[in-house]
């Protein structure tokens, strides 16, 4: 008996309320002759009662799912020797609990298999397995009560529709709730460590400082035991590859758009639009593999043709195949934005004789003009948040320079940087990461909600 075969047993209980339900309100108004003395259509009162059957009973089993683990755990440990848990750490103590959770499942033991840990995850396996079927007992026995009281209230006068509503409205405001709160965590757990690492180091330093070397030695007479935290080149070559990737997605994503929406025949666009939109799905690491294998020593070649020293990795490689990967992006929301323009306007240019050319370059693209800004604004965002083709194709090393032919690192990189391999995580190098995460935050939300007070205020001047 597990608790996915549980969820499902309380759909099919739901499912059963709803057909009683609806039977239940049929009778109660004499039959189907007299639905119209009914309140609310026999749908609300099926509605009604599976929201009582599986609502209540659906919570329970949410709640118990989390903390069942915990209650079985610490019934377990209850029941453990004293010599098998004396002495030992908490970090011991949470290899031990992992030790007997992965015996009692089958799994590869750590460390070495004693009797007390063997007692312990049979004790653990019934535990568990007493813990399943009394959720099991309580969610059924709730789920039909629930199934009784509402089929007990069934009447016409019972005002179901409003009942309903007034439930989903709730489901739909915690459910809000829920996202909105996220956003607001990660922003506050953002804020929060950002704050501990400008306790340590200058925000002069990490907003104006041209050297960027986070590495803190482990004793205070090494070379470097300060680090460096100026991060204008961080944010120096997020612009530059930034810059190069919007250089080759906008105009070519925006001539696409144009093609496929105006000129393109019935045929081409069904064809060429999901070829096109291919490119969005493909993983950012293959894109990051092209730039590695492909574009960079093809650039490197060519460079080295013409008697220009070019780096084995280079912001114009990095910047080349990210535009290649936004072109979708781009593309698609013109095209969007193009074809809502209204079809009047079009009609109306024809009718004074303009080419379609003519109408395209001075009628829908005006009309689309702010939707095409809000859209590229999205893509600039989408460019400054990627990482792997960055890592793979640009580099690491944080160089403050202008030149596209050179390594460069940009913001994202280097939060990865700073949070791989063992870090503490009080230390400014690993606070660092939540910093620029931080920067990062601000310059993308401060995009998204100047493309959508574009969009916003100029929209309805063709609508």
Do not use: C
């Not at 709640?63 to 683990?69: E, H, I, N, T, V």
């Not at 590695?292 to 070019?310: H, N, S």
């Not at 320079?401 to 230390?427: C, K, R």
């Amino acid at each position: 008996m597990s608790i996915s075969a549980l969820f499902l047993a309380l759909l099919a209980l739901m499912a059963l309320a709803y057909h009683a339900g609806v039977k239940r309100a049929v009778s109660a108004a004499g039959g189907h002759a007299g639905i119209k003395h009914l309140h609310s259509l026999p749908s609300y009162y099926g509605f009604y009662a599976a929201l009582w059957a599986g609502l209540p009973a659906l919570l329970l089993l949410g709640l118990w799912a989390g903390l069942q683990d915990h209650l079985v755990i610490s019934l377990v440990m209850a029941q453990l020797s004293p010599d098998l848990v004396a002495g030992l750490s908490d970090g011991q103590l949470s290899l031990l609990v992992s030790d007997i959770q992965n015996l009692a499942r089958g799994n590869i033991v750590a460390g070495e298999v004693t009797p007390g840990i063997q007692a312990a995850a049979a004790d653990y396996e019934r535990f568990q397995d007493m813990a399943t079927l009394i959720l099991w007992l309580l969610a059924l026995a709730i789920g039909l009560g629930g199934l009784t009281l509402a089929w007990l209230r069934i009447a016409p006068t019972l005002r179901a529709r409003n009942r309903v509503e007034g439930v989903v409205r709730v489901i739909l405001v915690v459910f809000s709730s829920i996202a909105i709160l996220t956003t607001l965590g990660i922003l506050l757990s953002v804020v929060f460590e950002s704050l501990l690492f400008f306790q340590k180091v200058s925000v002069i330093e990490f907003f104006f400082g041209a050297e960027w070397s986070p590495q803190i030695a482990l004793r205070k007479d090494q070379v470097g035991a300060s680090g460096a935290f100026g991060a204008v080149p961080l944010f120096a070559g997020t612009l530059m590859v930034t810059v190069i990737a919007m250089l080759i997605a906008v105009p070519i994503g925006l001539m696409a758009a144009i093609y496929l929406s105006e000129y393109a025949s019935s045929q081409v666009r069904t064809w060429a639009k999901p070829i096109l939109e291919v490119l969005a799905g493909i993983p950012t690491v293959v894109y990051g593999f092209f730039a590695a294998l492909t574009v960079a020593p093809l650039i490197r070649d060519l460079g080295d043709g013409l008697g220009l020293d070019v780096s084995s990795e280079s912001a114009l490689a990095a910047g080349l195949v990210m535009g290649i990967m936004i072109i979708p992006f781009v593309s698609s929301l013109s095209d969007d934005v193009i074809n809502a323009v209204p079809q009047s306007l079009r009609d109306g240019s024809y009718a004074l004789g303009a080419t379609p050319a003519e109408t395209m370059r001075r009628v829908i693209f005006p009309a689309a003009l702010p939707g095409i800004v809000g859209g590229v604004l999205l893509a600039v965002s989408r460019a400054i948040g990627e990482t792997m083709i960055v890592v793979m194709a640009a580099g690491m090393s944080a160089n403050l320079t202008w030149n596209p032919l050179e390594s460069v690192t940009t913001v994202t990189v280097q939060i990865v940087a700073l949070l791989t391999g063992d870090q503490e995580f009080d230390s400014p190098k690993t606070l660092a990461a939540f910093a620029l995460g931080l920067a990062l935050f601000l310059v993308t939300l401060v995009l998204n909600v100047i493309a959508l007070h574009i969009v916003r205020k100029y929209r309805e001047q063709y609508e």
